[in-house]
């Protein structure tokens, strides 16, 4: 059997194992508000990591990253919709790369 294999195997098991201990041995409800809080933005937090470094070095210039990051956090600030945010990041990332 190819090590690779072996590496993809064991992988799944603890990405299994992590998900399913919580499952069979939390029956109650969580009633800690500090945990319920914690684990309420796990997933934004997660999310987060993972995508920021990708927008940063997305557009091979470091400028035109920047000025679409900020515009998306200005307009998701203002709660405009993803499709929005989206679109008018892309575009002034585009015409920054224009202008530089």
């Known amino acids: 059997m190819n090590k690779t294999y072996i ?6 098991l603890v990405t299994y194992l992590i998900r399913a201990i919580p499952l ?10 500090f945990i319920k809080s914690f684990l309420y933005y796990v ?6 990591a993972m995508v920021f470094p990708s927008i ?3 557009t ?7 000025v679409g990051f900020i515009v998306a956090l200005v ?5 405009c919709s993803l499709t929005t945010v989206a679109f ?4 002034a990332a585009f015409i920054t790369g224009l202008c530089i």
């Open 43 to 48: 997933p934004y937090v997660t999310l987060s």
């Open 56 to 58: 940063l070095s997305s």
């Open 75 to 79: 307009l998701a600030y203002k709660e």
């Open 88 to 91: 008018v990041a892309c575009l």
């Open 7 to 12: 590496y993809i195997f064991i992988m799944a």
């Open 24 to 33: 069979t041995f939390i029956h109650k409800d969580i009633k800690n508000l």
């Open 60 to 66: 091979g210039n470091i400028y035109t990253a920047l």
